[in-house]
Nanobody, 124 residues
Framework: QVQPVESGGGLVQAGGSLRLSCAAS????????MGWFRQAAGKEREFVAA????????SYVDSVKGRFTISRDNPKNTVYLQMNSLEPEDTGVYYC?????????????????WGQGTQVTVSS
């Protein structure tokens, strides 16, 4: 399945942690840059984190730096988003996205395939 499939969302208290997973099939996975975006209710979708196909470079939105970590396991065709010190402002639907090239993508229009999203709710 070319489209990514997210898992791992849920309800957590502020200060807690969650790890999101994103699985995508295909022999080209290691050549595809991957990213995480999120969308809060009533707001536009925003970039959260991105990783290159070989995992050598990553990028984060300023609001999650030092708290979130994106990583990938290419033999398992999976990308992860480790989220620590969660805040209520992190609440939203988190989407995994897949590029057809290997570089970093910081904008939504850099991605071709999108997952259905997984809900993350952080209570105060």
């Amino acid at each position: 399945q070319v489209q990514p499939v997210e898992s791992g969302g849920g309800l957590v208290q502020a200060g807690g942690s969650l790890r999101l997973s994103c699985a995508a099939s295909g022999r080209t996975f290691s050549s595809n840059g991957m990213g995480w975006f999120r969308q809060a209710a009533g707001k536009e979708r925003e970039f959260v984190a991105a990783i290159t196909g070989n995992g050598g470079s990553v990028s984060y939105v300023d609001s999650v730096k030092g708290r979130f970590t994106i990583s990938r396991d290419n033999p398992k065709n999976t990308v992860y988003l480790q989220m620590n010190s969660l805040e209520p402002e992190d609440t939203g639907v988190y989407y995994c996205a897949r590029r057809v090239v290997g570089g970093l993508g910081l904008r939504a229009d850099a991605y071709v395939y999108w997952g259905q999203g997984t809900q993350v709710t952080v209570s105060s």
